[in-house]
């Protein structure tokens, strides 16, 4: 079954703590990327990955930091994270056009 | 660039009847593909229909189809048949390189 799987998915955190959220898929899809989900905003592209070793920034790249070791993997982490960065988060991969596939989503609070 | 305007942020509509959800995008590009998500209470991102720029048919899938018109460069989400299950957010986004999103339309079907 195509799977992409996210951890945690629910996260409370305070200011400053660095943390990271695994993204993990099992298609062998070159793309995969971050997404965040605002109220009122959509969802925001956040960093996206063309392949092993190949990132480039989306739309909100701010504060965040990816890495792409092995195709499988796409960890998201804050640094340095600040109430501003409580939202829903999103891994996503692409196989052809029209097969994109979502995470179940994180949903991380930082007071 | 890309950008996808979805203008209604919130829509009834009374079980078993139809009801369109507008979705216009502005694109440079010459070949694209057009999505629809639906995302319940729950959170998840749940694929509805795709478009592509060379389709020369209206997508459709079940009780949803998608009104293509690219000369107006809009993509309205049909839903035919209303069901209480069709309660959740809805969003229109656009696909190049990378998925755009529009922020959205909450749709209630009532009873």
């Known amino acids: 079954e195509a799977q992409v799987t996210q951890n945690p998915r629910y996260l409370i955190t305070v200011t400053g703590k660095k943390l990271t959220v695994t993204c993990s898929q099992n298609?062998?899809?070159?793309?995969m990327s971050w997404y965040r989900q605002d109220p009122g905003l959509g969802l925001r592209q956040i960093y996206y990955?063309?392949?092993?070793?190949?990132?480039d920034k989306g739309d909100v790249p701010e504060g965040y930091k990816v890495s792409r070791k092995e195709k499988r993997n796409f960890p998201l982490i804050l640094e340095s994270p600040s109430p501003n960065q409580t939202s829903l988060y999103f891994c996503a991969t692409r196989g052809s056009p029209y097969e994109q596939y979502f995470g179940p989503g994180t949903r991380l609070t930082v007071t | 660039a890309q950008k996808i305007t979805q203008t209604q942020p919130g829509m009834f509509v009374q079980e078993k009847e139809a009801v369109t959800l507008d979705c216009t995008y502005d694109t440079s590009d010459q070949s694209y593909g057009l999505f629809w998500y639906k995302q319940p209470s729950s959170g998840e991102m749940i694929f509805l229909i795709y478009q592509g720029s060379y389709d020369e048919q209206n997508a459709t899938e079940g009780r949803y189809s998608l009104n293509f018109q690219k000369a107006r460069k809009s993509a309205n989400l049909v839903i035919s048949a209303s069901q209480l299950g069709d309660s959740a957010m809805y969003f229109c986004?656009?696909?190049?390189?990378?998925?755009?999103f529009g922020t959205g339309t909450r749709l209630t079907v009532i009873p």
């Open positions: 298609m062998n899809h070159e793309y």
């Open positions: 990955s063309m392949n092993v070793e190949v990132t």
């Open positions: 986004a656009s696909l190049s390189n990378n998925l755009f």
